[in-house]
């Protein structure tokens, strides 16, 4: 599973820096998608569970957990649907669908690599945790 392990850590490290940034400067990523600045702490706190899941990404991909992996792809590309919906309701702005452009991006690399690896005969390589 190398190319799906390259996928989930690069996706790690996306996550763990743009967690990072969000939750120390977090009007600053909001200034470069047009939208307001707050003094709110909501957006530190998703920066927070955002770096959060790149470290799992990042501590989990050597692994091998293929189920992990596609779960990874599901969710990610279930965030764009999240986004609109929350967009189109009115809950948020536009804008919003912007953050949503590194996740399918990041799923698709992840999907690939899946299918690139079982091609190549290491389709089901995994630890003892998931059995």
Partial sequence: MRRTTQSL???GWYAV?????????PNLILGLFGLPATSEVWPRVAGMLIGFIG???????????QRYALATVVLRLSVPLIFGWW???GLGPW????????DVVGALATLWGLRV?????NPRQTSAIAR
């Fill in 9 to 11: 850590r690069w996706f």
């Fill in 17 to 25: 820096s743009t967690g990072l940034l969000a939750a120390l400067a």
């Fill in 55 to 65: 470290i799992l990404h990042m501590n989990v991909s050597p692994i091998n957990l």
């Fill in 87 to 89: 967009v189109l309701s």
């Fill in 95 to 102: 804008q919003l669908l912007f953050f949503a452009g590194a």
């Fill in 117 to 121: 690896d079982q091609q190549t005969g």
